[in-house]
Structure formats: structure tokens, C-alpha cells
T-cell receptor, first 115, second 114 residues
Framework: GAVVSQHPSRVICKSGTSVKIECRSL??????MFWYRQFPKQSLMLMAT?????????EQGVEKDKFLINHASLTLSTLTVTSAHPEDSSFYIC???????????FGPGTRLTVT | AQSVTQLGSHVSVSEGALVLLRCNYS??????LFWYVQYPNQGLQLLLK??????LVKGINGFEAEFKKSETSFHLTKPSAHMSDAAEYFC????????????FGTGTQLKVEL
């Protein structure tokens, strides 16, 4: 099956700093990438959908200025959490798809801890 | 709008027993339905999916699910539980083949006991 990687797998940052998370599709071209957030013992909440070369579409309630998403190529999307605060601590998971009719493949997730 | 309800946030079975995880959906269009498994601190792995073909869908690791339109259900089953099946399971619905927005249920934690 297709492989999606995320980097870093874990990151600890201080409050007020920014952190970037990378999501890569390793063996296919991902026209669409999704970013999810998962709190402990809870389900995945879609944050935004990004299509290569265009602006991301954010879900209601997600601050686009705080969670910057870039999908500059067909194999890479980045999520930057700007001015992070402890409440941003969470498990962030990306997924990638070759298109609406195709399967969505998930990355292994990134554990963000803001101190 | 689409939604998924998973009944039972925790299910416990004995090793070798039947696994039944429940999922009911709501969709204004013919749905595409998915079951994913998540092991601790990992991403999601697709177990199986229903995409309007056969109503009984077989997936990996011996799991299967049956789409029942009249009951708006897509329950996940496995005849004989194994210790390695212990994980979190999510049911999800989409309007298309899965490369589109997925709406997830709240998840069911499966515990397998000796």
C-alpha cells in the first residue's frame, strides 16, 4: 500500500514558539492532503483540507492564522502551529489521497507537547 | 450532512470469542463507509471499506463488515478475537471513495482478554 510519513514523530516546544510538521507521500502523488487533530481517547477531528497549489480549506472553528498549511508539491504538505500554547498540545495526523475517488492514507502522527 | 455513531466506547472480549463493533451512519447521499484501526501513538490503518459494491466486505486480519441500508448500519465483526486485535477502532463515512473528507465516529476501544 501507499506510504505517508510524518516528521517529526514527537516534538516539544516552548509556549510562544512555532513548530512545523511535515507530511510526505512517499510513493504516490497526493493531490489532496488532510490534517487531523486527535485529543487523548478521542476521535479525529478534521482541521483542514489542502489541494496542491491552492489554499487550504479550514473546518469551522479552526484558526487559519494559527495553523498554517502549505501544500507546495504533490508529495509534501506542512502544518505550522504558530505561537503555540499548551492547549495546542495534541496528536496531529495527516493523510493523503491521489484524488476524491481514491483511498486516503494516513501518516503515523506527530505528538506535539507545548510547555 | 453525514455522521457516524459508534455504540460502545469500550468493548471487551475473550481471546477466541466473536468480535462485534457497532457502527450506524447517517448520510444524505449513498455513503462510502470505512473501518480503521489505530494502535497506540500511531496513525490509522484501513481495515476495510464499502464502496457500493458487495454489501459484505472482507478486510484485513480476518475482519469483515456488512452494509445494511435498511438499518443504516455497518458493523464490524471477526469470528475469533486475537490478542493482537486490541486497539482503537474507528468507523468513518465519506461521500466518495475516501479521498474526500471523512467523518469519523468517536471510536471503540477493543480489549481482548485471555
Amino acid at each position: 500500500g501507499a506510504v505517508v510519513s510524518q516528521h517529526p514523530s514527537r516534538v516539544i516546544c516552548k509556549s510562544g514558539t512555532s513548530v512545523k510538521i511535515e507530511c510526505r507521500s512517499l510513493d504516490f502523488q497526493a493531490t489532496t492532503m488532510f490534517w487531523y487533530r486527535q485529543f487523548p481517547k478521542q476521535s479525529l477531528m478534521l482541521m483542514a483540507t489542502s489541494n496542491e497549489g491552492s489554499k487550504a480549506t479550514y473546518e469551522q472553528g479552526v484558526e487559519k492564522d494559527k495553523f498554517l498549511i502549505n501544500h507546495a508539491s504533490l508529495t509534501l504538505s506542512t502544518l505550522t502551529v504558530t505561537s503555540a500554547h499548551p492547549e495546542d498540545s495534541s496528536f496531529y495526523i495527516c493523510s493523503a489521497s491521489a484524488g476524491a475517488a481514491y483511498e486516503q492514507y494516513f501518516g503515523p502522527g506527530t505528538r506535539l507537547t507545548v510547555t | 450532512a453525514q455522521s457516524v455513531t459508534q455504540l460502545g466506547s469500550h468493548v471487551s472480549v475473550s481471546e477466541g470469542a466473536l468480535v462485534l463493533l457497532r457502527c450506524n451512519y447517517s448520510s444524505s447521499v449513498p455513503p462510502y463507509l470505512f473501518w480503521y484501526v489505530q494502535y497506540p501513538n500511531q496513525g490509522l490503518q484501513l481495515l476495510l471499506k464499502y464502496t457500493s459494491a458487495a454489501t459484505l466486505v472482507k478486510g484485513i486480519n480476518g475482519f469483515e463488515a456488512e452494509f445494511k441500508k435498511s438499518e443504516t448500519s455497518f458493523h464490524l465483526t471477526k469470528p475469533s478475537a486475537h490478542m493482537s486485535d486490541a486497539a482503537e477502532y474507528f468507523c468513518a463515512v465519506s461521500k466518495t471513495g475516501g479521498g474526500n473528507k471523512l467523518t469519523f465516529g468517536t471510536g471503540t476501544q477493543l480489549k481482548v482478554e485471555l
